[in-house]
Structures are given as structure tokens and as C-alpha cells.
């Protein structure tokens, strides 16, 4: 399966990165988890 790189993947790829980082730096893994089935959820609504 081919991923299409549209301005939203961006977006959600690099609120995903702003998150891992957050993560890292304060131990916040739990958004992690959070976001990871959002993304899924809204990716098969298409």
C-alpha cells in the first residue's frame, strides 16, 4: 500500500514529531498512545 504525501500527512507527521519530542523531554508518553489510534481511526475513514 502506497502512501500519498498531502499537506495533511505532513501536518500529522510533524505534530507526531512535536509530540515524540515533547515526550522525550518531559516523559509525556502517554499523548503517544493517544494520538497513535487517532490517526489510525481518521487514516480508514477515507
Request: overall charge positive.
Amino acid at each position: 500500500m502506497k502512501m500519498n504525501w498531502s499537506k495533511k500527512n505532513s501536518w500529522i507527521l510533524g505534530i507526531a514529531a512535536l509530540i515524540t519530542i515533547i515526550g522525550i523531554v518531559t516523559g509525556w508518553y502517554l499523548f503517544i498512545f493517544v494520538v497513535l489510534p487517532l490517526g489510525l481511526f481518521f487514516n480508514k475513514r477515507k
